[in-house]
C-alpha cells in the first residue's frame, strides 16, 4: 500500500484504490477524497494509541523507550540493614536471620522451673541474648560441667594408728590402707569413664612415715587397686622427757595415682587437662601425687585406781581436766580406796582435788585433803618399771563402794 497520508489526531487519507485496514476495519477510495479513520485511545480490551512521558509517581514508574523497544527503568540500591538484639532480629551484612527470643518477661524477671539446660533462677535477660535455635539448644543440651573428687584415704589408716596410747607400751598393729581413688562425674551425676573404670587412676607408688620413723616404701596391691598390709611389730612408745607430760608421734602416707584419658558417655577422648565441651573451660587434672592429713599418736602415762587386789588404769588422757572412776569394793583396813597421779604432773605444777558421789543429791562434792594419805612409790606399768607416781589413799572411816572423781584444780 502506499500513498497513505494522515495527521497527528489520527486521519488518514486513502490515495489510491488498494485496499488498507486498520485495526480489522477495511479503508478504501469513496468519491476520490478517501475515507476517514480515527486511531481509538488504548485501553483494557482495546487496542489503541499510547504515548510516553509519564511522571514516575512513589512506586509507579513511567515507560521508556530504547530503539522503539519499550521497558521500564525500577530504582534499586543495594541498602546494608543492621538491626540489633532489642529490634527481635540479628541481621548483619545479609547473613542469614537469626530471630532472637523476646518475652514480655522483664530482664531482671528469673525462671522458676530448670528445663533441660536451663536451671531454676536465670535471669531473662540472659535468655534474651540468644538466638532461637541457640535457646533449644540450650535446653535440650545442657552444658555440663566435669567436677573432680579428689583421691584420698579413708578410715582404715586413722583407724589403724591410735590417737591415744601408754607410755612404755609396744605396739604390734599392721597398717592396712582403705583408698578412695576419687573420678570425674558431671555435675548432673553421669560418670565419666577413664579407660573403662569409674576413678581417677591407678595406684603407682607410695610411702609411709610411721610413728614419725623412716619412710618406707608400700608395695602396691593391683588387683585391690590399693597397698599390702604394713607390718609394724616391736615399736615402744617413749617416755616424755623434762617436764613435758607426753611425747607426740607424727604418721602419714603418699600415693601416687597415674595419668588417665577421660572418655565419655559417648566416647569422645580428652587429654587429663581438657575439659568435655561444652563445659566451661577449667583444668582436670587425673594424676598426681595426694597425701593423707597427718595423724598424731599421743604416748601418755597412765591414771590408775585402787582395787580389791592391787591397781588398774583409771584413766588415759593427756592433761585430763578431770575425769571419774569408781572404786567397786568395800574397804579393808589393808585395801583402802586410792587414785595415782603421774609424779609428772605434779612436777608440772597440776594441783587436784577428790570428790565423791553423793548418792542422795546426786552430785559430786568435795573431801578435804586431810582425808586422803599422800606418799610417792614406783610402780610398773606395762613394760616400765619404775614409774613415779603420787598416791592418794582414803583414810576416813572404811568406806563401801562408791563413786570418785579427779578434778584439776
Same mark, same amino acid.
Given at each position: 500500500?502506499?500513498?497513505?497520508?494522515?495527521?497527528?489526531?489520527?486521519?488518514?487519507?486513502?490515495?489510491?484504490?488498494?485496499?488498507?485496514?486498520?485495526?480489522?476495519?477495511?479503508?478504501?477510495?469513496?468519491?476520490?477524497?478517501?475515507?476517514?479513520?480515527?486511531?481509538?485511545?488504548?485501553?483494557?480490551?482495546?487496542?489503541?494509541?499510547?504515548?510516553?512521558?509519564?511522571?514516575?509517581?512513589?512506586?509507579?514508574?513511567?515507560?521508556?523507550?530504547?530503539?522503539?523497544?519499550?521497558?521500564?527503568?525500577?530504582?534499586?540500591?543495594?541498602?546494608?540493614?543492621?538491626? %540489633?538484639?532489642?529490634?527481635? +532480629?540479628?541481621?548483619?551484612?545479609? /547473613? *542469614?536471620?537469626? =530471630?532472637?527470643?523476646? $518475652?514480655?518477661? &522483664?530482664?531482671?524477671?528469673?525462671?522458676?522451673?530448670?528445663?533441660?539446660?536451663?536451671?531454676?533462677?536465670?535471669?531473662?535477660?540472659?535468655?534474651?541474648?540468644?538466638?532461637?535455635?541457640?535457646?533449644?539448644?540450650?535446653?535440650?543440651?545442657?552444658?555440663?560441667?566435669?567436677?573432680?573428687?579428689?583421691?584420698?584415704?579413708?578410715?582404715?589408716?586413722?583407724?589403724?594408728?591410735?590417737?591415744?596410747?601408754?607410755?612404755?607400751?609396744?605396739?604390734?598393729?599392721?597398717?592396712?590402707?582403705?583408698?578412695?581413688?576419687?573420678?570425674?562425674?558431671?555435675?548432673?551425676?553421669?560418670?565419666?569413664?577413664?579407660?573403662?573404670?569409674?576413678?581417677?587412676?591407678?595406684? %603407682?607408688?607410695?610411702?609411709? +612415715?610411721?610413728?614419725?620413723?623412716? /619412710? *618406707?616404701?608400700? =608395695?602396691?596391691?593391683? $588387683?585391690?587397686? &590399693?597397698?599390702?598390709?604394713?607390718?609394724?611389730?616391736?615399736?615402744?612408745?617413749?617416755?616424755?622427757?623434762?617436764?613435758?607430760?607426753?611425747?607426740?608421734?607424727?604418721?602419714?602416707?603418699?600415693?601416687?595415682?597415674?595419668?588417665?584419658?577421660?572418655?565419655?558417655?559417648?566416647?569422645?577422648?580428652?587429654?587429663?587437662?581438657?575439659?568435655?565441651?561444652?563445659?566451661?573451660?577449667?583444668?582436670?587434672?587425673?594424676?598426681?601425687?595426694?597425701?593423707?592429713?597427718?595423724?598424731?599418736?599421743?604416748?601418755?602415762?597412765?591414771?590408775?585406781?585402787?582395787?580389791?587386789?592391787?591397781?588398774?588404769?583409771?584413766?588415759?588422757?593427756?592433761?585430763?581436766?578431770?575425769? %571419774?572412776?569408781?572404786?567397786?569394793?568395800?574397804?579393808?583396813?589393808?585395801?583402802?580406796?586410792?587414785?595415782?597421779?603421774? $609424779?609428772?604432773?605434779?612436777?608440772?605444777?597440776?594441783?587436784?582435788?577428790?570428790?565423791?558421789?553423793?548418792?542422795?543429791?546426786?552430785?559430786?562434792?568435795?573431801?578435804?585433803?586431810?582425808?586422803?594419805?599422800?606418799?610417792?612409790?614406783?610402780?610398773?606399768?606395762?613394760?616400765?618399771?619404775?614409774?613415779?607416781?603420787?598416791?592418794?589413799?582414803?583414810?576416813?572411816?572404811?568406806?563401801?563402794?562408791?563413786?570418785?572423781?579427779?578434778?584439776?584444780?
Amino acid at each position: 500500500m502506499s500513498n497513505l497520508t494522515g495527521n497527528d489526531i489520527g486521519n488518514f487519507d486513502v490515495v489510491n484504490t488498494e485496499q488498507l485496514f486498520v485495526n480489522g476495519v477495511e479503508i478504501t477510495e469513496n468519491g476520490g477524497g478517501g475515507s476517514s479513520y480515527v486511531l481509538p485511545l488504548a485501553s483494557n480490551g482495546t487496542r489503541g494509541g499510547v504515548q510516553t512521558g509519564y511522571t514516575a509517581n512513589d512506586k509507579n514508574y513511567a515507560v521508556q523507550l530504547s530503539s522503539e523497544k519499550m521497558f521500564v527503568n525500577v530504582p534499586w540500591e543495594n541498602t546494608q540493614l543492621t538491626l %540489633t538484639g532489642s529490634d527481635g +532480629i540479628d541481621v548483619t551484612n545479609n /547473613s *542469614a536471620l537469626s =530471630t532472637k527470643f523476646d $518475652s514480655a518477661n &522483664g530482664d531482671s524477671t528469673t525462671t522458676i522451673y530448670e528445663i533441660g539446660g536451663i536451671p531454676s533462677g536465670t535471669a531473662f535477660s540472659e535468655l534474651k541474648s540468644l538466638s532461637l535455635p541457640a535457646l533449644i539448644d540450650k535446653m535440650f543440651n545442657p552444658v555440663l560441667i566435669p567436677i573432680k573428687t579428689t583421691a584420698s584415704t579413708i578410715s582404715s589408716f586413722s583407724n589403724t594408728v591410735p590417737s591415744i596410747v601408754r607410755c612404755g607400751d609396744t605396739y604390734n598393729t599392721n597398717i592396712t590402707f582403705n583408698i578412695n581413688l576419687g573420678g570425674i562425674s558431671y555435675q548432673n551425676g553421669d560418670t565419666i569413664n577413664q579407660n573403662n573404670n569409674d576413678y581417677l587412676g591407678e595406684i %603407682t607408688s607410695g610411702s609411709i +612415715i610411721l610413728f614419725g620413723q623412716s /619412710s *618406707a616404701s608400700l =608395695t602396691v596391691n593391683s $588387683s585391690s587397686r &590399693g597397698f599390702n598390709t604394713y607390718n609394724n611389730t616391736g615399736f615402744t612408745w617413749g617416755e616424755p622427757t623434762g617436764s613435758n607430760t607426753s611425747i607426740a608421734y607424727t604418721s602419714s602416707f603418699t600415693f601416687d595415682v597415674e595419668t588417665y584419658t577421660l572418655v565419655d558417655s559417648n566416647g569422645n577422648s580428652f587429654t587429663d587437662s581438657s575439659v568435655p565441651l561444652p563445659a566451661i573451660a577449667q583444668t582436670i587434672s587425673t594424676s598426681g601425687t595426694y597425701r593423707t592429713t597427718a595423724k598424731t599418736t599421743t604416748a601418755v602415762y597412765e591414771f590408775q585406781k585402787g582395787t580389791s587386789s592391787g591397781f588398774t588404769s583409771a584413766n588415759l588422757s593427756n592433761n585430763p581436766a578431770s575425769f %571419774t572412776f569408781s572404786q567397786d569394793f568395800t574397804e579393808t583396813s589393808s585395801f583402802r580406796h586410792t587414785v595415782y597421779i603421774p $609424779s609428772v604432773y605434779i612436777t608440772a605444777g597440776k594441783q587436784y582435788k577428790i570428790q565423791k558421789l553423793n548418792t542422795v543429791s546426786n552430785n559430786y562434792e568435795d573431801l578435804a585433803d586431810t582425808q586422803f594419805t599422800t606418799t610417792t612409790l614406783s610402780i610398773n606399768v606395762g613394760n616400765l618399771t619404775g614409774v613415779s607416781y603420787q598416791k592418794r589413799e582414803y583414810n576416813g572411816i572404811l568406806a563401801t563402794a562408791g563413786d570418785y572423781k579427779l578434778v584439776r584444780t
